[in-house]
């Protein structure tokens, strides 16, 4: 290979991993409504859901978006990266309606109605889940084509072996 591509999805899986629990909360705030929504927890997840949403982003551009020619052809890589780009953007601002919706939650001074916080919410974990299904999807692809790539060298080895 001669430009390898990170295939080591440990610490953004651990991102993932972190994002589904928080979309878990985020649905049970949303199907308890309206109910009495602790302080302290709208305080930890608008205090972290940004730098989460940041950090994952940022290992998605190194990790998922270096490796997308293995999976596609250029004008489709190209579009691709475009259509993640714009995804991520709407996250990002998704994001940062919700962290403001659960900031005045927390104290108490939501002007929002029930309905709408709800369907603030739900429009965020649903995405935020669909989002993080096609980006695994697009890493067991670049796996996939990473060890063809590495078994078609390993058989090319052995046949330049047998015939020196």
């Given at each position: 290979m001669k430009n390898p591509i990170p295939t080591d999805f440990a610490e953004?899986?651990?991102c993932y991993g972190e994002l589904m629990a928080w979309c878990d909360v985020l649905q049970a705030i949303a199907d308890f409504l309206p109910c009495h929504i602790d302080e302290g927890l709208c305080g930890r997840l608008?205090?972290?859901?940004?730098?989460?949403?940041?950090?994952?982003h940022e290992l998605e551009e190194r990790?998922?978006?270096?490796?997308?020619g293995l999976i596609m052809e250029a004008g489709d890589k190209a579009?691709?990266?475009?259509?993640?780009?714009?995804?991520?953007?709407?996250?990002?601002?998704a994001a940062k309606d919700?962290?403001?919706t659960l900031e005045t939650l927390g104290e108490g001074r939501c002007r929002l109605s029930w309905e709408a916080v709800g369907y603030q919410l739900r429009s965020f974990f649903c995405s935020m889940r669909g989002h993080i299904r096609s980006e695994?999807?697009?890493?067991r692809l670049m796996q996939r084509a990473?060890?063809?790539e590495r078994a078609a060298a390993l058989t090319?080895?052995?046949k330049q072996t047998e015939a020196a």
């Amino acid at each position: 290979m001669k430009n390898p591509i990170p295939t080591d999805f440990a610490e953004l899986e651990s991102c993932y991993g972190e994002l589904m629990a928080w979309c878990d909360v985020l649905q049970a705030i949303a199907d308890f409504l309206p109910c009495h929504i602790d302080e302290g927890l709208c305080g930890r997840l608008s205090s972290g859901l940004i730098p989460l949403l940041q950090t994952t982003h940022e290992l998605e551009e190194r990790l998922i978006s270096s490796g997308l020619g293995l999976i596609m052809e250029a004008g489709d890589k190209a579009d691709a990266a475009e259509r993640r780009r714009a995804g991520r953007m709407f996250d990002r601002g998704a994001a940062k309606d919700v962290v403001v919706t659960l900031e005045t939650l927390g104290e108490g001074r939501c002007r929002l109605s029930w309905e709408a916080v709800g369907y603030q919410l739900r429009s965020f974990f649903c995405s935020m889940r669909g989002h993080i299904r096609s980006e695994r999807e697009i890493m067991r692809l670049m796996q996939r084509a990473v060890e063809a790539e590495r078994a078609a060298a390993l058989t090319d080895a052995i046949k330049q072996t047998e015939a020196a």
